[in-house]
């Protein structure tokens, strides 16, 4: 593991808020409200008060049988009803909830109301498709007003929805569609991305001749390309046609707090995707108490997360935490730097955003444009700043606070996972700030910097990144894989603590150092990919007879593949190959993963039973120490 320690230390500022933020505070005692959370379950349950509930849960957390926990037992509720129903009858009904821009300055504004009807609308049309509670509905859209009313759409009627990002390729498609076994897939004609229209649909076409399950495929007309009704396959329909006609009513379903919502798949230390289960209640309770008290969302905020919600950032705050709160949400489809790398902050001075949260990558990216971009337009109505996926380099947060934050935004600096749902150690605005630290865990989360054996590490020393207590927006179980569950969260740790799978550790204040993953999977501009995924989509090229791969660390990416090859007799690794290596393997899982460099080898150093041992290429390349290498075979 790559030890950054040394470049965080040298800078030792600490930021302290200003009195504006101190004063619109809505947690004002940082310490005061750490020492409430320390009652957990009590904590929680005061926090799912916000809620309508259709009936009021019996017991707050049930943990008889670990790892399996329930929040808010017997209860009932439905998110979509509390996302949007719920505030048609305040004085939000005609407010903005959803504001969609897109790179080529056309947008489209959704009010409470309309998307009340629109969803609706969606929700009776997928009815009549025979969708019903618990059914699953894959979805390949780009970021668009339709996969909001999607997915809001299926929690209104208590289908899981199941969204594969739509950079993703057809292999991870299919693999994602028919784990889930899903019954409906919802597409689009294409998506915007650097002026070009990007095919979308023939993406899904190809992976519906390897997905049976599906028997229905509704098509978002989005970027107005070509296909016709005639076009359209017997089990093909257009999203607009299903709307059409249906009644703007619906009523909600009762879900139980327990009954599944979403599954999400993740990527982890073997080739299979993990398919993340969340379920109701927790997941609500967690993304709007969050989102509320990190970002202090007060009426009169235009909130902004720039997350694909392919991810489960824009799951949690692109559209469900922001609508549970009755914000604004500003959802962009496009490039950061295009039509010019001003282009965000141009959105920014336009709307008037006051809340924005972006990924470390996209800061060091738009940082090399320099400050001239961001100095062209007006920022001040922004309040808060925020970063996820990734450590944020000292460098790039000094940039961001300066440049984006005039010096008078706090930047949140958010650690949490898929798996957890929403934000574990994060700042308040209220926290002195320390750059490249997301400081502690948040009130009512326990989180801790242990050894192999669960105890505790000295102040200062690297460990295992460790969450001690259940938390309601937890993950539940991975889909259909109990035992993986089990033995990758509950069973590395001793204890039955959650076990993360990041380095950690923590310093005098007790402020939380994140150093990266400790396991088999890369961060490729903050998103995750397994080293074992890279690994057999080079071996299902017929020039690979094997493959590893480590992370290489890349000034703007945070990482990027390192591939080691071995080649089948008569290939050469020359530069036509290596182009259509690079060609295959994005083929394979989609622009995410970024190739850093291909090496051809005549060996790799593995394990007497055969496991590539990855930790011995990352020393060597590296030029650390190889630590124990008895188990090496070659
Ligand atoms: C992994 C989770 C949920 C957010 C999007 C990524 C890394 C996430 C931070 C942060 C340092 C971070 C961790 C974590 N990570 N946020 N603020 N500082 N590292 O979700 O794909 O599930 O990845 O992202 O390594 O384990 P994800």
Redesign the pocket.
């Given at each position: 593991m790559v030890d950054d320690t040394d470049v965080l230390l040298k800078e030792k500022r600490i930021f302290k808020p200003n009195e504006i933020i101190l004063g619109k505070a809505i947690i004002k005692d940082w310490e005061e409200e750490i020492e409430k959370g320390k009652d957990y379950v009590n904590y929680w349950a005061d926090k799912a008060e916000q809620f309508t509930w259709f009936k009021k849960p019996e017991k707050t957390l049930d943990d008889s049988n670990k790892p399996f926990f329930k929040w808010y037992v017997g209860g009932k509720i439905n998110l979509a009803y509390n996302a949007v129903d719920r505030w048609i009858e305040t004085d939000k009904r005609n407010q903005v909830a959803i504001l969609y821009v897109n790179e080529r300055g056309e947008e489209e504004k959704l009010t409470y109301y309309e998307l009340y009807r629109k969803v609706n609308k969606f929700a009776n049309a997928l009815k009549n498709l025979g969708v019903k509670k618990g059914d699953k509905v894959s979805v390949y859209l780009p970021m668009c007003p339709e996969l909001i009313i999607s997915l809001l759409a299926c929690t209104k009627l208590g289908a899981i929805h199941s969204v594969v990002y739509s950079g993703l390729s057809v292999m991870a498609l299919v693999e994602r569609v028919n784990d889930a076994e899903a019954k409906i897939l919802i597409t689009s004609d294409g998506t915007y991305r650097r002026g070009k229209v990007i095919d979308l649909k023939n993406v899904a076409d190809e992976a519906m001749l390897q997905c049976s399950s599906v028997e229905t495929v509704i098509v978002v007309k989005h970027t107005g390309t070509s296909i016709q009704t005639s076009d359209l396959s017997g089990k093909e329909v257009f999203f607009d046609t299903l709307m059409e006609g249906e009644p703007a009513e619906f009523e909600a379903e009762e879900m139980d707090a327990e009954d599944t919502l979403f599954l999400l798949y993740?990527s982890g230390s073997t080739g299979k995707p993990k398919g993340v289960v969340h379920t109701t209640a927790g997941y609500m309770v967690g993304v709007a108490t969050t989102l509320r008290n990190v970002f202090n969302i007060h009426d009169g905020d235009l909130w902004w997360c720039t997350a694909d919600v392919g991810?489960?950032?824009g799951h949690s705050y692109v559209i469900y935490g922001p609508l549970l709160l009755g914000s604004t949400t500003l959802v962009y489809e496009g490039a950061p730097d295009y039509p010019d790398p001003g282009a965000w902050w141009n959105i920014v001075e336009k709307y008037g955003v006051t809340k924005f949260y972006t990924a470390p990558t996209a800061i060091r990216h738009l940082m090399r444009y320099g400050k001239k971009y961001p100095k062209k337009y007006n920022l001040s109505s922004l309040k808060i700043l925020g970063?996820?996926?990734?450590?944020?380099n000292p460098e790039a947060w000094i940039w961001y606070h300066k440049n984006i934050g005039r010096e008078q935004c706090p930047i949140m600096?958010?650690?949490?996972?898929?798996?957890t749902g929403s934000y574990m150690i994060s700042p308040l605005p209220v926290t002195p700030l320390k750059p490249g630290s997301?400081t502690r865990s948040l009130p009512g989360i326990e989180a801790d910097v242990v050894d192999r054996d669960g105890k505790p590490v000295p102040l200062g020393k690297g460990g295992h990144l460790v969450i001690k207590n259940p938390w309601p927006s937890m993950l539940r179980t991975l889909y259909k894989d109990e035992d993986r569950y089990i033995n990758t969260y509950w069973k590395e740790i001793p204890g039955c603590v959650y076990a993360?799978?990041?380095i950690a550790r923590k310093d005098e204040d007790g402020y939380f150092w994140?150093q990266?993953?400790s396991d088999d999977v890369l961060?490729i501009a903050?998103?995750?990919i397994g080293t074992s995924e890279v690994e057999s989509a080079f071996v299902s090229h017929p020039a690979v007879a094997e493959a590893a791969v480590i992370g290489k660390s890349d000034p703007i990416k945070g990482e990027v593949i390192k591939a080691f090859l071995i080649l089948r007799e008569g290939y050469n690794l020359d530069t036509k190959l290596i182009e259509e290596l690079k060609k295959h393997v994005r083929h394979e899982l989609g622009p995410v993963a970024v190739l850093g460099a291909i090496k051809q080898v005549d060996s790799l150093p593995k394990t007497r039973s055969g496991k590539i041992m990855r930790r011995v290429l990352r020393a060597r390349e590296l030029g650390e120490d190889l630590g124990d290498t008895s188990t090496l075979e070659e």
């Open positions: 993740t991810w489960i950032t970063t996820v996926g990734e450590p944020i600096d958010t650690w949490w996972q898929t798996e997301a993360a799978g990041d994140i990266g993953r961060k903050g998103h995750r």
